[in-house]
């Protein structure tokens, strides 16, 4: 099956910066769908994102932890709890990690965090000059940054030292929808300082349209071919991509995916009897910029960059093992997720 | 008196864009003691700050208006009132502002957003090999971000264009506290882009202490130099600067204050029959960004840039007046404020 690049992004290339940060173990996808309530307006599901910074923090920090978010919740009123005596002399040992979530859709969708703000006023087509386009760009960001901080808060609760990062402040802007300004030197001294950023889709500036929407998807490609790390994960709430939707009963999980130079991709584990069967892929209606063949085709851009690329289940024992990073050689048979990887 | 430029931020001359936004009317300094509760950790004063919302329409906005924010509330379960009839026929008139917040101390602070948790762990001094001083990094851009998003919000629900941008995000950056790294290109493209940006002071790198916290006010003079706003307005909670502290009964409102080229600067108006009487100002020493001294002297290297500046109570018709814009060459008897301005 032939790959081709959606509209948003395809062409990346001229957006680098110069002074590479090296060394980044891995860029995690937070997919809408595993932190948040698809079916309630902006709910956050806080037990599965409690769950996912715990495993972050196991993934990537090896020593003690202090919680870092010393602010009140809204609507309550108890004092912050704030650690008086921090060990300064303990070296934390950590490895570099960048999150991106998502929760800007590229056409429509009803949903969660920035979707229903997006579709409502059509920000991805562009247009600043009518009140509408420009009232829902502002009611986009005001939805997405809210969803960022709830985010940055969780992980810096369990430890993460989390730093949110607006691709719109960091002056990231398109052209015709593809990303042409996107200097990646604030995202890599934040990572160099030692923090791990947060970043998220977002509405920015088009110099064609006068706006559009930016996914996470487009910034986790960028990012990983900016900064080359290890690997890249995607939290999902489905345990990988199936050959059928996951709702079918005879779905089979497909446990490694090999993408080739020229972008197409085929199944390697686990072996069909019959390798001509297409693999029947069905892109929920509701889930425009979440659906498996947008994720597969993205996975497999970041795969022709020589980096692995795990789609898992958040908030199991497997995405866990995911983050932590798998033997490239050998996936346990116990192991509940997809690979994609470049064939060699 | 000599004005001497503070540590923070003295030297901003080599970090221009080259792109400079024009026709920015006014750049507005929201001081922390105008919109949050200074004894209270972290309440906004809500009252105060939809009344200063609702003047900056005024100020700023000629034409029907509709809420841009379209989010549910932390805690409320109200689905928002999203306007179905935006007339897009209308075009709307508006003069270009920028709003800039403060809340994040030098030295010591107890306070509201940003204070406490950049106290408690020394930001300002740098360190960031320290687990005490990342963690307060962490929880002091977790505090500023999050008042930042509910002044956003609250402008965005009075109909302004509002964007939130932060200096970090913004890649700026200082070296021993002086602003060395301030790209304005992201906020003047916002502006041109028909957006109201609003900064804030924030944690940032600095390239030879590690970190430090850049104040709101140092960010207004910096964007003063780089936006050439017609007038610059400090929001703060007394009606303006005194000759001693105000709660004195014998305190005198200074209208007018004129800056010469050397930096010192003498009370224009009311005239004192003793000319060589030192204004005696007191800083409280609970206050150490926003003590009149500092804003005098804030001011003052503003006005020295040939751009007027009012100090006035927010919330007031005095403020609206200000936000509007005075004649400079005559100031109403009736208006309560300061006018610092450079001596011609």
């Known amino acids: 099956m032939e790959l081709q690049h959606d509209s948003t992004g395809g062409s990346a290339g001229g957006t680098g910066n110069t002074a590479v940060t090296r060394g980044v173990s891995c860029i995690v996808k937070l997919g809408g769908a595993a932190i948040t309530c698809k079916n309630e307006l902006e709910t956050i599901n806080e037990e599965n994102l409690k769950i996912v910074a715990s495993q972050l923090r196991q993934a990537m920090i090896f020593g003690p932890c202090h919680g870092m978010d010393w602010s009140r919740r809204p609507g309550s009123s108890d004092i912050p709890n704030v650690v008086d005596n921090f060990d300064d002399q303990v070296e934390v040992e950590s490895k570099k990690f960048v999150v991106v979530h998502g929760a800007a859709p590229h056409i429509l969708a009803s949903g969660s965090f920035g979707h229903f703000q997006a579709s409502k006023s059509g920000v991805h087509k562009g247009g600043l000059t009518r009140p509408i386009v420009k009232s829902g760009f502002v009611a986009t960001r005001i939805s997405v940054t809210s969803l960022n901080l709830e985010i940055v808060r969780a992980l810096a609760k369990e430890g993460i030292p989390s730093i949110g990062l607006s691709p719109f402040s960091c002056g990231w802007s ?53 900064l080359q790390p290890d690997y890249v994960v995607f939290l999902t709430d ?11 009963p005879e779905a089979v999980l497909l ?51 020589r980096i692995d690329v795990y789609i898992v289940k958040a908030a199991t024992e497997h995405s866990l093992r995911a983050l932590q990073g798998l033997s490239r050689e050998n996936i346990p048979d116990d192991w509940l997720g997809t690979v994609i990887r470049y064939a060699r």
Request: charge should be negative.
């Open 174 to 226: 398109t052209c015709e929808k593809n990303l042409t300004v996107a200097d990646a030197s604030t995202v890599g001294g934040a990572i160099d300082a030692g923090f791990v950023p947060v970043l998220h889709g977002d509405a920015v500036l088009d110099s064609s349209l006068g706006c559009t929407i930016l996914s996470g998807d487009v910034i986790i490609r960028h990012l990983a071919g900016q």
């Open 238 to 248: 489905v345990f990988g991509v199936y050959d059928r939707p996951p709702t079918d």
């Open 255 to 305: 446990r490694e995916i090999a993408v080739r130079e020229d972008g197409s991709w085929s199944v390697v584990k686990p072996k069909t009897e019959d390798t001509s069967k297409q693999v029947e892929i069905t892109v929920a209606a509701h889930d425009t910029t979440g659906g498996m063949v947008t994720k597969i085709s993205e996975a497999a851009m970041i795969a022709k960059l």
